[in-house]
């Protein structure tokens, strides 16, 4: 089997269960798909997160359903191909989480400061 194809077996709900809570704790499984909702400080910054989600999903070629509302959106994935949650999806859901979660002040030593604690410039509702 190619890397490709062994990408495209679907877990069943159980160990999909298990492995979003070994792995993604804030994401869940609902209907067949891993879904993650993210909560923003607005429309802004809800917007900024939809081009983050689309700019990744489209590096990796593999692509979210979208749920977007002024202060939250909510991410679905599922390989159609296989019919059910594979690594695909997990592997985005990952990137995913890394990139919108990342909070540069939190890193030991990180030259980034991050995002002001004001509410002026508030963006995501991290977790």
């Known amino acids: 089997m190619n890397k490709d194809q062994s990408t495209e077996v679907a877990y069943s709900e159980g160990d999909v269960i298990a492995r979003l809570e070994r792995e993604l704790p804030h994401w869940y499984y609902e209907d067949g798909w891993i879904r993650r909702k993210f909560r923003t400080a607005g429309w802004k910054a809800t917007l900024m997160v939809v081009n983050t989600v689309g700019h990744l999903a489209e590096a990796a070629w593999h ?65």
């Open 63 to 127: 692509h979210p359903d979208l749920t977007v509302s002024y202060a939250f959106v909510i991410v679905k994935l599922v390989t159609h191909s296989a019919k059910g949650v594979t690594d695909k999806d997990f592997a985005l859901a990952h990137k995913i989480e890394q990139v919108i979660q990342w909070q540069p002040a939190k890193e030991e030593g990180a030259p980034l400061t991050g995002t002001p604690d004001d509410a002026r410039f508030k963006y995501i509702k991290y977790d």
